[in-house]
């Protein structure tokens, strides 16, 4: 019997120099972030090297510079008002994290928590809306930080991230995004992408969500805070090399797959691949080293 060997994200690692190092380090800087911010090669290799869970919700807090944000006193005035979307988003709330403890009870604290950050996020941003895509997101933020909090980053990933621009109601950017990471599967694997195309698996039917979602719905959580922490730091770039990597450790067994197979595969088994904190390290390690062309991208 294989035993799979989990990581305590809520306290730092007795057992290793490295992770107390890393977990000091993250305090200092909490600390004394003016300074560190001023060097910002060495704040993104840290951010790749991991952020103590503890640490998480002020450090992307800090990162996206929201952290003393008047969003957080524009949120206290949305609490006042209400939202044409509000019917729309309890619609929802039930079907965002079914299973998670905090959001799973019925008109629970998480339940509410999210309602009132997605309500909010509808009155700041009234061509948006509400998208139910981005309540996973809001959820995510809300596991590390108060509901003030999610709803600042919110909004700063919304706008200097280019989510705003996926959850518009065109999805315009959406599109571009699919066919930006199928030029990138044609470039670096080649082989999968004609699989695909024989078996008329288009890339919308898999990767919609990875962007949509920033792979919450599709990878463990402690795999998709991961991911977050890499968002924060270097942007949609992040999501690409991401979706690369998935597809080329497991091109393998892809390419032994019909399109049944895929969609389940892709859309259902994704976790179950990634549980491992190894599979983890690898996939971002694989990110990492992906090819990625900043000017052909951007085109």
């Known amino acids: 019997m294989c035993l799979k060997q989990k990581k305590n994200e809520n306290r730092p690692t007795q057992t290793g120099s490295q992770s107390e190092t890393l977990w000091e380090i993250w305090g200092r800087i909490i600390n004394d972030f003016d300074t560190v911010k001023k060097r910002p090669a060495f704040l993104k290799e840290l951010v790749r090297k991991g952020i103590p869970h503890e640490f998480r919700g002020m450090a992307w807090q800090l990162v996206l510079g929201v952290h003393d944000s008047a969003w957080k006193l524009e949120y206290r005035e949305h609490m006042k008002k209400t939202s044409p979307c ?21 008109d629970g604290f998480g339940q509410e928590s999210l309602f009132n950050v997605m309500k909010a996020y509808s009155l700041h941003d009234r061509e948006v809306g509400y998208c139910q895509g981005s309540g996973f997101i809001v959820g995510l933020l809300l596991m590390q930080m108060p509901e003030e909090d999610a709803f600042a980053v919110m909004v700063r990933l919304m706008q200097d991230f280019r989510l705003r621009e996926l959850f518009k109601p065109s999805m315009a950017e959406l599109g571009l995004c699919m066919y930006k990471l199928e030029c990138l599967i044609q470039e670096l694997l080649p082989t999968l992408l004609v699989h695909f195309q024989t078996q008329n698996f288009d890339t919308s039917m898999y990767a919609s969500s990875w962007f949509l979602t920033l792979f919450v719905t599709s990878l463990p959580l402690s795999l998709a805070r991961r991911i977050m922490d890499l968002f924060v730091s270097e942007g949609m770039e992040m999501i ?35 549980e491992l904190d190894s599979d983890q390290d690898n996939l971002l390690q694989t990110a990492y080293s992906i090819k990625y062309n900043h000017k052909k991208m951007k085109k």
Do not use: S
């Not at 509000?86 to 019925?106: C, G, N, S, V, Y």
């Open 240 to 274: 690409f090399r991401v979706g690369v990597a998935i597809l080329q450790m497991c091109q393998e067994d892809l390419l032994a797959l019909d399109m049944e197979g895929l969609l389940k595969y892709l859309q259902k088994d994704l976790r179950n691949r990634f």
């Open 86 to 106: 509000e019917k729309l988003i309890r619609r929802d709330i039930a079907r965002t994290f079914p299973e998670h403890d905090f959001f799973k009870e019925k």
